[in-house]
């Protein structure tokens, strides 16, 4: 018999009894990095090979250039594991890269033009190919420099002792409705208290001028050097228009009341055509320049601060996954690079997220408009702007009531603090509530924000390029020393070798031409 939840009071009082319904959560972190020169340049270098296949490598792949390394973390349960396979990757890499660097910010910095950016290559297989092509159409369609923007990507799934704890028994499709509905309800209170995240841990306050001469927003900016443009209360510049958001997909509808409205919206856009982008045309006489002209090449365009997520079986599409299985998991993608951990983000980043998506699955969660999704999209270009002004206001809802950014922070921290110490109570620890009562305080003074921080030091440098290159050098010292904590060297040996002989595989198996797997992959006769 499963329960009728109808309150925050009520599931908190559910877990209370059951404390232990909450341990077990999985977590994985994707972290992209760019690979410099030890003068800041972007490196000129293909990926190089001692680190494996970008294609099939587990946990050192490549994002849109080949410059653009991409860590991923395997499943865990334990934040310290997470965090130590994380160190462990980034050990590796280093190691291999010479006298090359990691770009420690998320907006790149000495970039000349698009020309510098090798966009990121695959092999010789039909699905090498694709991705690369992909990259292709996403650097005609926006410009390489914005692609080339970093951040981290936080993965969640709750154990199934928390649905059990939660919806009792239930037959195994139920279930998995009941599974795929919570995770909705989580991702509809992400879009209206998620601006706490770029409030607390964006870390993109300032642009170097390469990147600024290069966008096409007109924000006024404030000019120190020639080095140097900024907000005085900007948060994260990388999550504003100018960042990693897609504009032309403002005209999509997708909501987030269920899976089936979710997987229609996408599919949806995945066949609206765009007027903007078939002018690019898909192929000239050079070769392919993008998938297609609609407004999403594939699913991977669409631009989103979370994402509902399942392990796709292969040649699956995402959208294939989730409805054949629902809902496994949720990406947070709202993340900048934390400047100040030598991995882009740290324990204390871990412990609130954990926090804020349990939160967010618990909390009252009604049905969401279009038009209500505007208003809280407003709320957080309000923070990412100038989320540390002083009294700066946001709207609740649509229906003119308003608070200060401050005051919402402490209603939202009061109940995270009353679900912090069952989550303790879950792991025997204090973790939880120790990260709440340090992150509350950070509302009456946001100059201990990281995007405050990060300021600060930029002013005293002068200089964007100076404060980059000095964290990553610092960096690349730490990892050259110490060993490993949870992989070995010989690990990381063997899956880069193996990489190597899955990507041969799969070339030598290509059966089919490419325009034939293309049009294979979309269902369709595409016009070639």
Avoid at 167 to 178: A, C, I, L, M, P
């Amino acid at each position: 018999m499963s329960i009728n939840l109808t309150s925050f009071p009520l599931r908190l009082a559910i877990l209370a009894k059951h404390p232990n319904a909450l341990k077990g959560i999985a977590r994985g972190i994707e972290r992209e990095a760019l690979r410099i020169t030890p003068e800041g340049v972007l490196s000129s270098l293909v990926h190089p090979k001692a680190l494996g296949s970008a294609l099939t490598h587990q946990w050192i792949t490549t994002d849109f250039a080949e410059s653009l390394l991409e860590f991923i973390t395997p499943v865990s349960y334990s934040a310290l594991e997470t965090l130590t396979q994380l160190h462990d990757i980034h050990r590796f890499t280093y190691r291999q890269l010479n006298e090359e660097l990691l770009w420690p910010l998320s907006m790149p910095c000495y970039v000349a033009n698009d020309d510098d950016i090798m966009l990121a290559q695959y092999g010789t297989s039909n699905v090498g190919r694709m991705k690369a092509l992909y990259r292709e159409g996403l650097k005609h369609r926006y410009g390489s420099i914005m692609q080339i923007i970093s951040g981290v990507h936080f993965n969640f799934s709750f154990p199934q002792s928390f649905w059990n704890a939660l919806f009792g028994v239930q037959t195994e499709d139920t279930r998995q409705k009941s599974i795929s509905n919570a995770y909705f309800n989580l991702i509809r209170n992400y879009y209206r208290f998620g601006w706490i995240i770029p409030y607390l841990f964006g870390s993109s306050p300032a642009l170097c001028g390469s990147f600024f001469k290069k966008s096409t927003v007109s924000l006024n900016f404030k000019q120190i050097s020639a080095d140097i443009y900024y907000l005085p209360y900007t948060t994260s510049l990388r999550l504003s228009d100018l960042g990693y958001t897609n504009r032309a997909q403002n005209v999509l509808k997708i909501g987030f009341n269920n899976l089936e409205q979710y997987l229609e919206g996408v599919r949806n856009a995945i066949q609206t055509p765009s007027k903007e982008f078939a002018n690019i045309g898909v192929k000239n006489e050079d070769g392919y320049r993008q998938l297609n002209t609609n407004i999403l090449q594939i699913e991977n365009e669409l631009y989103a601060p979370i994402r509902p997520k399942r392990i796709a079986k292969n040649s699956e599409k995402p959208s294939e996954a989730l409805a054949r299985g629902g809902v496994e998991y949720i990406e947070v993608r709202s993340l900048d690079v934390n400047p100040f951990s030598p991995t882009g983000i740290d324990d204390t980043q871990i412990y609130f997220l954990d926090l804020f998506v349990t939160w967010c699955a618990l909390a009252d969660s009604e049905r969401m408009t279009d038009y209500e999704l505007g208003c809280w999209h407003d709320n957080w270009n309000k923070v990412v702007i100038e989320g540390r002004k002083p009294g700066l206001t946001l709207q609740i809802g649509c229906n003119g009531e308003r608070l200060t950014q401050a005051e919402w922070g402490y209603r939202v921290f009061a109940e995270l603090a009353e679900l912090a110490v069952i989550m303790d109570q879950a792991y025997a620890s204090d973790q939880y509530q120790r990260v709440c009562r340090e992150l509350v305080t950070w509302f009456d003074d946001s100059d201990k924000t990281l995007s405050a921080r990060l300021m600060k030091e930029i002013l005293e440098q002068e200089s964007i390029g100076k404060v980059g290159l000095t964290i990553a050098a610092n960096n690349a010292k730490l990892f050259s020393n110490g060993n490993y904590a949870t992989f070995t060297e010989t690990q990381f040996r063997e899956e880069t070798s193996a990489s190597l002989v899955r990507q041969l595989n799969i070339e030598k198996a290509n059966d089919l031409s490419f325009e034939q797997y293309l049009a294979e992959y979309f269902n369709d006769s595409l016009s070639l």
